[in-house]
């Protein structure tokens, strides 16, 4: 009878240490699997945090470009605004050089 139950306690030690064995396993596992789906969901966040910023880098690129083009026209037209004033006083100025030249020439 001693010896059954010294059999039955070194079973029942022998099942607990398969069992100890198998729930570490698992344990690892689980480990390995979280590490390797947290791993690809960082991957997957920092793909499409680089994907957004370059879409709004592309867009913020399109606003300074049709900005500066509408001050490019602003200018244009302003400097042709100046440049048709200016030739409206040509004919002014030219009459003024001709005036200031004749009267020093009888000096």
């Known amino acids: ?39 690809e969901r960082l991957r997957d966040s920092e793909r499409t945090n680089r994907e957004t910023f370059s879409r709004l880098l592309a867009q913020r690129r399109q606003a300074v470009e049709a ?10 037209a302003a400097r042709q605004t100046q440049l048709k004033e200016a030739r409206k006083l040509l004919p002014q100025a030219a009459e003024l050089i001709v005036k200031k030249v004749l009267a020093d020439a009888h000096r």
Do not use: Y
């Open 67 to 76: 900005s500066l083009a509408q001050e490019g026209e602003a200018v244009q």
């Open 1 to 39: 009878m001693a010896l059954e139950v010294l059999q039955a306690i070194h079973l029942a030690e022998q099942r607990a240490e398969e069992i100890t064995g198998e729930a570490q396993k698992r344990a690892r596992e689980m480990i390995d699997l979280a590490q390797k789906s947290s791993g």
